[in-house]
C-alpha cells in the first residue's frame, strides 16, 4: 500500500508541475508564508490492527525562506512489547523540534516537498515490567515472575534524520510522508533494565538506533506573501 501511495504523489507533482502556465521572465510572484498545522494518522490506523500499540502525534511547520522551514512533531504512545522471557508496557509523550528542507523545486505557485530534515527529540515516559522469566539453573524448570515492576521518570533525548515527501492534494490541504532514522544522545534507563521501547524513538537496537515512520494530513494557515 505504502508504494502506491509514493508513487501516487509522484504523479501527482509530476502533473500540477505540467500543469502550470508559462510565466514571463519579467512576472513576480510571491510565495506564500504560514503555519502547516496537520496530524499523523498512521498511528491511530496502526492501532485498529495492533492493540498493543497506540499513539497519536501532531505536526507542524512555519516556512522561513523559500526553501527551509522550522518543524516539530508533539505526540505520546504507548505500547505493550512482548519478548521471550518478558513482557513490559511503557507509555509517555515526546517534541520533536528542527528544520526541513525543500529539496524540491516547484513550479510557479507550487508548494510540493521533498523533505530533508534535522530533529531533535525529548521523550518522558514509564515503564511497567509485567513479568519475566528466571532461568538460574538449566535442569530446573523456569520460574516466571508476575508481580509488576514499575519504573517511572524516565526519560531520553536524540536527534532524527528526516526524508520524505508532501504533496497539495486540494487548496491548502497536503498529504505526505517521512521515514526517520533516529541516533541516541542520552537515556536514563531503569536499574536493572533497559529501554526497549521509547515513545517517539520506537524500538531501541543495539547499537542505540532506531526507525520512524509518519503519514500526515495537514493544513496550511497563510500569513502573509513575499
Do not use: C
Not at 23 to 33: E, S
Amino acid at each position: 500500500m505504502l508504494k502506491y501511495f509514493i508513487s501516487i504523489l509522484f504523479i501527482f507533482m509530476y502533473f500540477t508541475s505540467f500543469s502550470q502556465e508559462k510565466v514571463k521572465d519579467t512576472a513576480k510572484y510571491k510565495d506564500r508564508y504560514g503555519l502547516r498545522l496537520g496530524i499523523d494518522i498512521f498511528q491511530p490506523a496502526y492501532s485498529l490492527f495492533d492493540e498493543d500499540r497506540k499513539g497519536l502525534e501532531f505536526v507542524g511547520d512555519f516556512r522561513i525562506t523559500k526553501r527551509f522551514y522550522a518543524a516539530a512533531e508533539l505526540g505520546f504512545s504507548e505500547a505493550t512489547v512482548k519478548e521471550d522471557y518478558f513482557e513490559f508496557y511503557t507509555n509517555g509523550q515526546y517534541i520533536k523540534v528542527g528544520a526541513d528542507f525543500n529539496a524540491y523545486k516547484n513550479w510557479i505557485g507550487m508548494e510540493n516537498m521533498i523533505v530533508v530534515g534535522l530533529r531533535y527529540a525529548f521523550s518522558t515516559f514509564d515503564q511497567t515490567l509485567n513479568e519475566y522469566t528466571i532461568n538460574a539453573d538449566p535442569f530446573l524448570p523456569n520460574h516466571t515472575i508476575t508481580t509488576p515492576v514499575l519504573y517511572d521518570g524516565l526519560s531520553a533525548q536524540w536527534i532524527e534524520l528526516v526524508l520524505g515527501l508532501k504533496a497539495e492534494i486540494l487548496h491548502n490541504v497536503f498529504m505526505g510522508f517521512s521515514f526517520r532514522w533516529n541516533q541516541k544522545i542520552s537515556f536514563k534507563e531503569p536499574e536493572n533494565f533497559k529501554n526497549l521501547y521509547i515513545p517517539g524513538f520506537n524500538k531501541v537496537y543495539l547499537n542505540s538506533n532506531g526507525f520512524g515512520f509518519n503519514y500526515t494530513i495537514s493544513y496550511l494557515l497563510p500569513f502573509y506573501r513575499k
